[in-house]
């Protein structure tokens, strides 16, 4: 087993002993459950719970990135590893031994998982010399140098070394001593004592020469962890994925942040559901006003363009006459928005009623629905229509690359006073800058833009 394995396996015996702990102060040990003596029970849950997380923590990951490496990436590994463990083992234990203490299980797992992991950056750094990995670095591109230098990358892992890809140039790694070429890394993996290596091929290297780096540590017992030059991609992020039993690469143009975005969609479903609520009385008052302020429909129905180009059926209160969009054409001289998208102001089109419903964005309601059903979001860029969609450049097609919203940077900072590419450049802005904290902070600032009244 390399020391590797064993800081591996270690941190997985703490956090072992941290759900038992977590189990004890729900009172397992107090309770039986169905026909069974406590300390049978209190065994049962215990080897439910610790085949659970053993079992999910190897399926995601838990131990891929240590918490010294990067505090943030562990946390959010061991919140989802624990809240799926505490979901298949919870609804185990509550069919055989009806379970005591559910709640205090999570939040006392939750808390301790998490200090556990806050508290080894506590240690002082001479007692984790004895546990920093040598590593090995398998290749030359620009991955390796930013993974290797400063005391930062030199307090959490122990770089022992390179060896390049045939035709690579050395000049990147001067802080680093060449253990040979790559016919010799049987020799230097085995006299080196190597715990796990760092591959980062660059565009020079042939694909037949880093899958034989990839076989090679695998005889040798070796993790791997995969820095190829061809994902430097500034904005976008890449994941793991399956299909027909194959493994691949997602790349993705928002991070892939399973907890935060099911965080996202929890809050989109209760925000929604809400506000439909809150504002029934609003949403019949605006129906009403409609139907009784001109001849037509109190829906406007129109297929809008969502998440990498699907479309969706959107409806909004109709704010203008029957027939107003056959005009659009006639009128696109007078439009104030340059690009696809078209926007005059004192629409003729509009109606009376329509004019007040705009301005305070009130025929935007029904959209709620849309959000509620999955084919928007709260926050996300507007979206468009497909005709729009059909003229964008190359770049500008990339804000469709995520789920539309009922608000966005654009709606709150820069509505009806920015040009078109400006407008992307915020979506895009949105895009790769996404948190649930930027959620956050547009919904509170589009209440203020909502009551200013800024809409066309």
């Known amino acids: 087993m390399t020391r590797g394995s064993n800081f591996r396996f270690a941190g997985c015996a703490i956090d072992l002993g941290c759900i038992a702990a977590a189990l004890s102060m729900a009172g397992i040990w107090q309770h039986p459950g169905r026909d069974y003596p406590v300390w049978t029970t209190a065994t049962i849950r215990l080897a439910i719970y610790w085949s659970t997380w053993i079992l999910v923590s190897q399926r995601l990951d838990t131990y891929l990135v240590a918490a010294s490496r990067s505090l943030g990436k562990s946390l959010r590994s061991v919140v989802e590893t624990w809240a799926v463990t505490w979901g298949i083992a919870g609804l185990i234990d509550v069919k055989m031994l009806e379970s005591v203490g559910t709640w205090k299980t999570l939040v006392g797992g939750l808390l301790l998982l998490t200090v556990v992991r806050v508290l080894w950056l506590k240690l002082p750094v001479a007692a984790l010399q004895g546990w920093r990995a040598r590593v090995l670095v398998i290749g030359t591109c620009d991955s390796a ?225 849309s959000v509620l059903f999955g084919d928007m979001s709260l926050v996300g860029p507007r979206p468009p229509i497909p005709s729009e969609v059909k003229n964008y450049s190359w770049w500008q097609r990339r804000r469709i690359s995520v789920k539309p919203g009922l608000t966005c940077v654009w709606q709150v900072w820069g509505r009806n006073r920015v040009s078109f590419k400006r407008w992307v450049e915020m979506d895009l802005f949105y895009i790769d800058n996404w948190s649930l904290w930027l959620d956050l902070k547009l919904i509170a600032h589009t209440f203020q833009a909502v009551l200013r009244g800024t809409g066309m």
């Not at 690469?249 to 399973?258: D, G, R, V």
């Not at 037509?296 to 959107?314: M, S, Y």
């Not at 998208?341 to 419903?357: N, Q, S, W």
């Open 145 to 369: 140098r930013s993974l290797t230098v400063g005391s930062d990358a030199r307090s959490k892992m122990n770089v022992i070394g390179f060896v390049p890809f045939p035709g690579e140039t050395t000049d990147g790694l001067p802080h680093l001593r060449q253990l040979g070429q790559l016919d010799d890394l049987q020799q230097v993996v085995t006299g080196q004592n190597v715990d796990f290596a760092l591959v980062c091929p660059s565009d020079q290297a042939v694909t037949g020469d880093v899958r034989s780096v990839f076989r090679q540590c695998d005889e040798a017992g070796l993790g791997v962890q995969y820095f190829p030059s061809f994902l430097d991609l500034d904005h976008l992020s890449v994941s793991l994925t399956w299909a027909a039993d194959r493994p691949g690469l997602a790349i993705h143009s928002q991070p892939n942040q399973s907890l935060a975005q099911f965080c996202k969609r929890t809050i989109d479903v209760i925000g929604a559901g809400a506000g439909i609520v809150l504002l029934a009385p609003v949403l019949l008052g605006c129906a009403l006003a409609v139907k009784l302020g001109s001849r037509g429909p109190i829906l406007f129905h129109q297929t809008r363009v969502g998440k990498n180009g699907a479309t969706f059926d959107c409806f909004k209160f109709r704010t203008m006459y029957v027939g107003a969009h056959e005009l659009q054409e006639k009128l696109r001289s007078h439009s104030v928005q340059d690009g696809p998208a078209f926007k005059i102001p004192e629409d003729p089109r509009v109606t009376g009623v329509g004019r007040m419903l705009r301005k305070f964005s009130l025929d935007e309601l029904p959209q709620l629905f």
